[in-house]
C-alpha cells in the first residue's frame, strides 16, 4: 500500500504563484506514475499533469500547459511538486495527486490506484 500525502495549498490573489508538493510513502513500480488532478465544485476531476517513473517524461493537460510545470524531487524520488504560476481565480479547486503504474490514460482518473487527501488552492481576483 502505498500512502500519498499533499501539501503546499493555500490562498493566493489572482497573478501569484503556488508549490504543491506530493509525498509518496515509498516508490514502487505500481506507483511510479504520479498525476495532479484538481476537482472544483460541481465539476468533473481534471487532470492537469503526469510525471512517468524517475522523472524523465511529463504530460501536461493542453490548456495548463506554460503555467503548471509537474517535476519529481532530485533528491527525494518520492516527492512530487507541481508548480503554478500565474493563477486565476478559475484555478480554484481542490488539488489530488494521484499514483499507478504503468499503462492507461494518464488523465483517467479511474485508473489510479492511489490518491491523497487533497489539498485546497483558492483564488481571488
Known amino acids: 500500500q502505498v500512502q500519498l500525502v499533499e501539501s503546499g495549498g493555500g490562498s493566493v490573489q489572482a497573478g501569484g504563484s503556488l508549490r504543491l508538493s506530493c509525498t509518496a510513502s515509498?516508490?514502487?513500480?505500481?506507483?511510479?506514475?504520479v498525476a495532479w488532478f484538481r476537482q472544483a465544485p460541481g465539476k468533473e476531476r481534471e487532470g492537469i499533469a503526469v510525471v512517468f517513473g524517475n522523472g524523465g517524461t511529463t504530460t501536461y493537460a493542453r490548456q495548463l500547459k506554460g503555467r503548471f510545470t509537474i517535476s519529481r524531487d532530485n533528491t527525494k524520488i518520492t516527492v512530487v511538486y507541481l508548480e503554478m504560476n500565474n493563477l486565476e481565480p478559475e484555478d480554484t479547486a481542490m488539488y489530488y495527486c494521484?499514483?499507478?503504474?504503468?499503462?492507461?490514460?494518464?488523465?483517467?482518473?479511474?485508473?489510479?490506484?492511489?490518491w491523497g487527501q487533497g489539498t485546497q488552492v483558492t483564488v481571488s481576483s
Open positions: 515509498k516508490y514502487t513500480y505500481s506507483s511510479n506514475v
Open positions: 494521484a499514483a499507478k503504474g504503468i499503462g492507461g490514460l494518464w488523465d483517467d482518473p479511474d485508473t489510479y490506484n492511489y
